[in-house]
């Protein structure tokens, strides 16, 4: 019987090819025309939701002054591809010393955050060692409880990180579920490596970076990216604790143009006021700018997102 | 438990004593000191008695003293220094700060250490204050209308793409919603304004066709569906994994023996997938209502300005604007600390509630 039902299934097309289609179990019924057109236009829905604003912002900040007066604002259909407002935007001013004091920040706190965390992860991974388990409580209890925001703030204030680009990266600096995640990938690595290692004559150190953390690229690439978008995306951190507007990063400026209508002081050069560059091409562009680090980053490391995190968060 | 620690010391001080560390230590059994066979040394044990206190010594501890084992962990202990001091400094220390929350605080002159205390007076003075209340209910509703119309949402879209025979197609689609999840809160909220703003795609669309004045990120009344629509632009599609690895953790026989014995596509989603989703759904339940007052702090407060303090003032952002900006640190603390204990209590309330559904919850029933 089963025998029977196998052999009569249909053999691949083309098309289920190219799609990288599974095949269909024997028992399941074959799909309606409805269903699959339902099915079809709710992904191209959904999809377009998130597409549509990035691509009208994308094709905005490239268009120039008189294609946007002809669409009247938004530009959906681009009639001509121009980098004026880029060129503006980075030959110097607020915008560009923002966007330095992004990646700045992203680099700098990406590497403060990797390494603690890291070590940390390392250095709780063994379930025998000293002190394991006052140590793991001490970092799990802040996942359950946090002191609220006006004792933190007088405290960064109190030790004088206000106005500093610390104040932007330690307050935050570690995530204790990414250190858990860490931690639950360096337990799996097999111990058998590792005392072999042991028996060659290598120290913690030389175990960590020579053996634990290349077999964990993976899993190291994407908390890597975590706390990159974090220091990229942060905004509120930022907005407490930095009153000079020169350290101010890259999300300070667009909130300031775009949501508040103010035009920091440098930030659009005589261009834009005598109106050679649409103002909104800029603000567009500004936008680009925050987008694009994370939209060029996240599909390479998108691949281990879900075995990662997954693996990681059941572990942890 | 208790008996254990006892064990080990004992232990622990007969090797100083006798300075035999080298004598293995599994073959001493040191007699517990609370045992009448205690007093009458080694030989009043039996075999089993011994085995017994063998046993009851933790394997971990492999059988070596405290200091030796320091000793030899000192390096990983070195290691997790750095991340314990960032968290004794930036998240414990601050729990002392509030104290605040005690006294009539006094930013430019005494600070914390001099500042008067004043008892309760600021509990006093937030439950007196109708202010707040108006601000709670406010976070409730907003809380509610995100819990009604955001958390169906991934599983929906986690369904559908279950469905999706194409692996290609899938990993696509995934790809994309995802994207808006790394975002951040001030991009996301840039990009709603250029979309629904007064100057935004759908003005400017209406604006062409005769109609005119709209703009939903000004309207206070359409403000927590605003912010809702903008939490599932933003992490929906982030969502969905944890429920695909619910569905993908389905034994596929059940499915199968559910359509031999007659169940058409419908009834197999509402008899197998369903419930293999709902500890997890019960589990996501239990964390978000225990973050009710958690809402995306930086969403609102970006929008604060444009909306208006009366339609989106939540806890957090009354907090700020009341403590940094108005410099009431006491009574700001105040409702922190308020906002921390009725946040445990909600925990405590939405898992006894999944317990009570028959589910685990975050933490197991015993």
Redesign the interface.
Known sequence: MTATLMDQQPKETPL?R?????P??V???EPTKAGLAF?GL??TA??A???V??W??IVTSLSDTRAINAA???V?WPKSVTFVAYRELLSGGAVTRATLVSLGLTAVGTAVSM???V??A???S??????HRP?LL??MA?MF????????????T??GLSDSYWSMI?????S?FN?LVLRGFFMDTAPELIEAARIDGA???RI?IQIVMPLSRAVLAVIALFYA?GY?????NAM?YIQDSEKYPL?MI??QL???HQVPPGAMGSAVSSGTINS?AV??AV?VL??IP??VL??FV?KH??KG??TGAVKG | MEFDHGDRTVKARTTVLNGTAGEPDADVAVPPPRTAAGAGGRSGRTRRERARARNRRPVTQGGITRRRRFLRDRTLILMTLPAIGLLLVFNYIPLLGNVVAFQDYDVYGAGMTGSPFVGLENFQRIFDDYRFWEVLLNTLIIFATQLLLFFPVPILIALLLNTVMSTRVRAWVQGIVYLPHFFSWVLVVTVFQQMFGGAGLVAQWLRDHGHGGFDLMTDPGFFKFLVTAQSVWKDAGWGVIVFLAALAAVNTDLYEAAAVDGANRWRRMWHVTLPALRPVIALLLVLRVGSALNLDFEQILLQRDQVGASASEVLDTYIWWTGIKTGDFGYAAAAGIFKGVFSVLMVLAANKAAHMMGEQGVYAKK
Do not use: N
């Open positions: 289920q190219a799609l990288r289609m599974e269909r179990p028992w399941e019924e099915k709710g992904l959904i999809c939701m998130v597409v604003p990035l009208v912002v009247g604002g938004l959906v390494v603690v965390s070590l940390c390392y250095g709780l063994r379930r025998d060692s000293f002190a140590l001490t970092l802040t409880f946090g002191a609220g925001l006006i004792p933190t703030y007088l405290l960064v109190g030790i330690l307050p935050s600096a570690i204790v250190i120290g913690e150190w960590l978008v990229w995306s942060q905004w509120f407490l999300q667009l909130r775009v949501l508040q909104l603000q567009m936008m925050a987008l994370i939209a996240s599909p998108q997102f879900q995190m997954l």
